[in-house]
T-cell receptor, first 112, second 114 residues
Framework: RKEVEQDPGPFNVPEGATVAFNCTYS??????FFWYRQDCRKEPKLLMS???SGNEDGRFTAQLNRASQYISLLIRDSKLSDSATYLC?????????????FGQGTTLQVKP | DAMVIQNPRYQVTQFGKPVTLSCSQT?????MYWYQQKSSQAPKLLFH???????NEADTPDNFQSRRPNTSFCFLDIRSPGLGDAAMYLC?????????????FGPGTRLTVL
């Protein structure tokens, strides 16, 4: 079983749609959680951290369920510019350094 | 304004010919990481430095080595590149002192092995 699992998609949605991505992780000791965005042939960029209480940044909402070891990302009012691969990322390291474990990524295509 | 810089952006090498990829950072972060990302796959951590302390992942092949001469620079050396080493190589940094483990990625070096 992969440490971080995502549905690879692709998700094809029209502009303005709401879309949700899910992610599960296997290490119950994982300490921090992130969503990164990666455009084609570019580096991953941090979209948002994910907190236990849930957090929102504009059209993006992230949720964490530690009991179920489940992370989600909700995108409202999708824009064409949201088309990218969304990587679920878990930090499983203890101590001072981060060992990021990346999911395979979920590809989103927003169409006009 | 660039924070994590990687050179070159594209590197072509021949099978078995050693190659060095470079990463530099202006963030003064303690930790620098090297990841390998193959097409349609997740980035995979190869190793990282916490200051001068080198931490190798258990499954990183011996063919991959790294050097960190100072805080700002970190190098990835591939001693004898094989066709299977063709990938995007990503450098990242983080600063535990800031009480966050957010990692900042460079733009990557895309390696082609002929």
């Amino acid at each position: 079983r992969k440490e971080v699992e995502q549905d690879p998609g692709p998700f094809n949605v029209p502009e303005g749609a709401t879309v949700a991505f899910n992610c599960t992780y296997s290490n119950s000791a994982s300490q921090s959680f992130f969503w990164y965005r990666q455009d084609c042939r570019k580096e991953p960029k941090l979209l948002m951290s994910v907190y236990s209480s849930g957090n929102e940044d504009g059209r993006f909402t992230a949720q964490l369920n530690r009991a179920s070891q489940y992370i989600s990302l909700l995108i409202r009012d999708s824009k064409l510019s949201d088309s990218a691969t969304y990587l679920c990322v878990v930090n499983s390291a203890s101590g001072n350094t981060g060992k990021l474990i990346f999911g395979q990524g979920t590809t989103l295509q927003v169409k006009p | 304004d660039a924070m994590v810089i990687q050179n070159p952006r594209y590197q072509v090498t021949q099978f078995g010919k050693p190659v060095t990829l470079s990463c530099s950072q202006t963030l003064n972060h303690n930790v620098m990481y090297w990841y390998q990302q193959k097409s349609s796959q997740a980035p995979k951590l190869l190793f990282h430095y916490y200051d001068k302390d080198f931490n190798n992942e258990a499954d990183t092949p011996d063919n991959f080595q790294s050097r960190r001469p100072n805080t700002s620079f970190c190098f990835l050396d591939i001693r004898s590149p094989g066709l299977g080493d063709a990938a995007m190589y990503l450098c990242a940094t983080s600063s535990p002192a800031t009480a966050t483990d957010t990692q900042y990625f460079g733009p990557g070096t895309r390696l082609t092995v002929l």
